[in-house]
């Protein structure tokens, strides 16, 4: 077969072709990298009051109000919240998203949905029923409690979607050089969830330092808390602002943390062909404590505040439904969280295409796809409130 000679003109104007497609894939990318760099000093503004408003109280006046015995015992509650709080989340989200997604235990959708259900109730509903149900629970063991219930889900949800993707071949490895299913599990399977539980876990981290109403109801003092109690007994600007630039570094520290503990690596299967489903285990001895664990976990999460409600409204009685207050509070909160979903979703979509734009080489695959993360992120969101 002879080899045909490419005409000049033709790689000439192929040459411009490709030239005017990179200029006007680099449109598009500036247009999104100024609507994500608004986006982004529109979201740094609070951290700039609070520096605004430090620096008009003076060094003097601000390390009065920052280094003093309140903020030292609000980082005792704060740090005892997370250490406490976090490592058990993890346990139960982990338990949980490995029972429903690779054991045989019966009934598993219906389980894996009973896990996520608690993103519909509040957390602070979860503290008012289950202060009416135990009156006495106070503090922080009450404030562990009630978290880990209302915010497990946060962890479940990345966890179990992670178990779907594993390749099992990487744990019949494993088992093939002699290791027992534990074994396999902590040293095969959960370094793989790295990336998932990291990421719940700073969602929830987060949660913990921003919540307010729950630890109101618990009455377990924290610098959510404690700066709304400034604004509102005593009406002291500058010194809420010092426990919310405290508040900021802490949440500015989980995210260091977060980053380091996540590390640089990354999971991904090589070679050719496409990963098989995962044989489900067989549970065993251990069905019934399975069932067991799915079954509390539900009824404490779901079914406490359920029960509550369905009590106060039965002692209520028909005249607590006023239509006047009940059917506003509705339609304002419906409408606020529809507008807030759709602006949440304006506003992470740009960042969120720069960021799969940056791994892609800017494909224009990678928009629709971000978009429609967004849109999950969104949806979830609109669901829990």
């Known amino acids: 077969m002879s080899a045909t000679a490419f005409p000049a003109e033709s790689a000439s104007a192929l040459r411009r072709l490709i030239i005017a497609a990179k200029g006007r894939s680099r449109v598009p990318y500036l247009w999104v990298t100024v609507i994500a760099a608004f986006v982004s000093l529109v979201s740094l503004m ?9 620096i008009q109280t003076g060094w003097e006046t601000a390390s009065k109000l920052i280094f003093r015995g309140r903020v030292g015992e609000l980082l005792v509650n ?16 982990v338990a949980l998203a490995w029972l429903t997604e690779r054991t045989d235990l019966p009934g598993a959708r219906l389980w894996s949905l009973l896990a996520v259900a608690p993103l519909a109730v509040p957390a602070f509903v979860h503290s008012y029923a289950w202060i009416s ?41 494993a088992a093939s050089l002699g290791l027992n299913p534990w074994q396999v599990f902590f040293r095969a399977v959960l370094p793989q969830l790295r990336l998932a539980i990291c990421g719940g876990s700073l969602l929830v ?8 109403g729950l630890y109101v109801m618990i009455r377990f003092d924290t610098f959510s808390t404690a700066i709304v109690d400034q604004f509102q007994s005593a009406f002291n600007g500058p010194a809420a602002n010092m ?8 949440c500015l520290l989980l995210l260091v943390i977060e980053a380091v503990l996540r590390g ?52 209520g009685g028909l005249e607590i439904w006023r239509i006047d207050l009940v059917g506003s509070a509705f339609a304002q909160t419906i409408v606020l969280a529809i507008a807030g979903g759709v602006l949440a979703t304006i506003a992470a979509a740009p960042m969120a295409w720069l960021s799969v734009a940056r791994l892609v080489g800017c494909s224009g695959f990678s928009k629709p796809a971000t978009i429609m993360s967004a849109r999950c992120l969104a949806s979830s969101w609109l669901w829990r409130w």
């Open 205 to 212: 981290g987060l949660h913990l330092l921003a919540e307010y």
């Open 46 to 54: 609070p951290l700039g009051f609070i520096a605004w408003i430090t």
């Open 133 to 173: 149900l135990v009156p006495g629970l106070h503090g922080l063991t009450g404030g562990v409690l009630v978290s880990v219930l209302a915010y497990f889900p946060f962890l479940y949800l990345p966890v179990a979607a992670q178990l779907q993707r594993l390749d099992p071949a990487i744990e019949d490895a």
């Open 264 to 315: 640089g690596e990354r999971y991904a299967r090589v070679g050719s062909g496409a990963a098989r489903p995962a044989d489900r285990r067989r549970l065993g001895r251990m069905l019934v404590p399975a069932l067991a664990l799915n079954a509390a976990t539900a009824a404490l999460a779901i079914g406490v505040p359920f029960v509550t409600l369905t009590r106060w409204l039965y002692i």
């Open 243 to 250: 426990l919310a630039g405290v508040l900021v570094s802490c």
């Open 78 to 93: 704060t740090a005892l919240l997370e250490i406490c709080t976090l490592p058990l989340t993890i346990a139960l989200s």
